[in-house]
């Protein structure tokens, strides 16, 4: 017999390497369309056992169990560790898909399981008279045979949690990642998905229901899934790893990073005149009292913010015929589809040069206050027209800058109750007309406008510069005539009286011919009193001029 059993043993590592090497070349594939459910258990066998060749380690008790026939021991071999495996892999639900079809199922799962753990008792039954005779020899028969599966399962076990990324708060941790692995090596798992830049991508197709084990979602940390399971919402998955139930599958990927979404708006003003502007928008899933995210994974309030969010999209019923269906607006689109009726809705109250209207002084010109308050009039109407409180200033010196605000708060009432948290946005400065000619005509009369206040700027110098002159002259004039006056004085200080009486005479007439030359004076006076007053003048003049002669 110990030839039989070293030849045994030959040939149990020649088939063992053989065995091992075609199956690592032949790895499982999982396959979209399952097993049959009875067939499952005997697949799985296959490639957890069968490497093993778990047949081989009871056959090497021929010769030490002489009271067992060789066809006995070989149907003990076969069946008893088969038993055990079928029995803790029952114990770790690894055959049952779940769900209302998994409860018709699992019956037939338990029958063929039955059936071989009922065949092994039958063995058992008949080896009574063996273990009665030698309970040593044949209990570690059956701890040969029972041992190996129970360690393997074990190590299993620990491997698939360590290898499997579930988070530690899973429930049944090990259970389910045993299970996930048992499912794969079963060739019919439930579908494993990967989310990449956004998108879901399977990476094990399997069956979302008739799979075995558990299904896998592994998401990026800033994403979470929104799982659903038939026609409706389960819940949301993420970030991370997530085991997936019964049926359930990928619906929508909803990112939880700031969202920036910008875009263009045709809007007519007040005075029919259409302008494009351009506006954006900055949101988020909102966050709650956790701002900041974590190593891993990015936060967000509750389930239902973002069941909210994605649920909330908005259907655009609108095509080219009638046979087209109606397409859902993604929730990443809708705050810049809210701002874009709120901007187009508040650009109507506003005329093309108001809009333009930029920082004012009030203390400089009546007119631009005029002008500001009538704004501010309109920036109330626009704020009543779009449900909005008053309680927040509309008095910035740029149009476009209210209305970006006024806009941006529109945008935070619509949403606020749907998930969604506000960030920023507004209106930019590049708002122009749709039609050239109306640039070009407003152009020209700003043109105009700037010509006529430079005009009355340069007019307003002017008078300002005459009559700085006109101060100039007159200082300069009073300065002659008081030097004049002391060196006249001074000279007639040594004149006689005669003299002195004809100069105080000459200036005297001077003084009277200037007056009576005057436009409104000569209109008073005789038509000789002028020429008069000159003969008188020219008079002294010659009289003086003897004198100084003398």
Request: hydrophobic share 45%; with cysteine.
């Amino acid at each position: 017999m110990l030839g039989v059993r070293l030849g045994l043993v030959a040939v149990y590592s020649m088939l063992g390497g053989l065995v091992g090497r075609y199956l690592h070349n032949r790895r499982p594939t999982p396959n979209s369309n399952p097993l049959l459910i009875g067939a499952r258990p005997f697949v799985l066998l296959l490639w957890l056992w069968g490497p093993l060749l778990w047949v081989f380690p009871g056959l090497f008790w021929i010769g030490l169990l002489e009271e067992l026939t060789i066809g006995h021991l070989i149907l003990l071999s076969v069946f008893v560790p088969l038993s055990v495996c079928l029995i803790l892999l029952l114990i770790v639900g690894a055959f049952s898909p779940g769900g209302e079809i998994g409860k018709v199922l699992l019956p037939f799962t338990l029958s063929a399981a039955m059936i071989v753990v009922l065949v092994t008792l039958v063995a058992l039954w008949w080896a009574e008279p063996v273990w009665r005779e030698a309970p040593v020899r044949f209990g570690l028969f059956i701890i040969t045979m029972t041992l190996p599966p129970i360690v393997l399962l074990l190590l299993l076990a620990g491997w698939a949690v360590e290898v499997l990324p579930l988070p530690l708060q899973t429930p049944r941790r090990t259970r389910r990642a045993l299970s996930l692995i048992l499912g794969f090596l079963a060739t019919s798992p439930k579908t494993h998905w990967v989310v990449e830049d956004g998108k879901v991508e399977t990476r094990i197709k399997g069956s979302a229901g008739m799979g075995l084990g558990r299904g896998l979602l592994i998401t990026e940390p800033e994403n979470v899934v929104v799982l659903k399971r038939g026609p409706s919402i389960s819940r949301v998955a993420g970030p991370g790893a997530v085991l997936t139930e019964p049926w359930e599958s990928p619906l929508k990927v909803v990112d939880l990073r700031n969202q920036f979404r910008s875009t263009r708006v045709n809007a007519i003003t007040r005075d029919g005149i259409e302008v494009s502007v351009p506006i954006s928008t900055l949101f988020r899933i909102r966050r709650g009292p956790e701002k900041v995210p974590r190593l891993g994974s990015w936060p967000y309030r509750t389930q239902r913010d973002v069941l909210e969010a994605v649920l909330g999209e908005e259907v655009d019923p609108s095509g080219r015929s009638p046979l087209d269906a109606p397409s859902a607006r993604p929730w990443e689109d809708l705050p810049i589809k809210v701002a874009t009726h709120a901007v187009e809705r508040a650009i109507s109250f506003y005329t093309l040069d108001q809009i333009y209207q930029g920082p004012w002084d009030p203390q400089t010109s009546q007119v631009e206050a005029t002008r500001a308050a009538e704004l501010g009039a309109i920036h109330r109407e626009v704020a009543s027209a779009l449900e909005l409180s008053q309680e927040v200033a509309l008095d910035d010196p740029l149009t476009r800058v209210t209305i970006g605000r006024m806009v941006r708060r529109k945008v935070h009432r619509a949403l606020a109750r749907s998930g969604y948290e506000i960030l920023g946005g507004g209106v930019g400065n590049v708002i122009e007309p749709l039609n050239p000619g109306v640039t070009e005509q407003r152009v020209d009369v700003w043109k105009s406008r700037l010509d006529l206040q430079v005009q009355a700027w340069r007019a307003d110098l002017e008078l300002q510069r005459a009559l700085d002159l006109d101060k100039v002259e007159q200082a300069t004039r009073e300065r002659l005539l008081e030097t004049w006056i002391e060196a006249v004085c001074g000279e007639l200080e040594t004149a006689d009286d005669v003299t002195r009486r004809n100069f105080v005479a000459y200036q005297m007439l001077g003084s009277l011919l200037s007056i009576a030359r005057k436009p409104d004076v000569q209109r008073m006076l005789p038509r000789s009193a002028v020429p008069t007053l000159q003969r008188l003048l020219d008079q002294m003049r010659g009289s003086q001029s003897r004198e100084l002669g003398r």
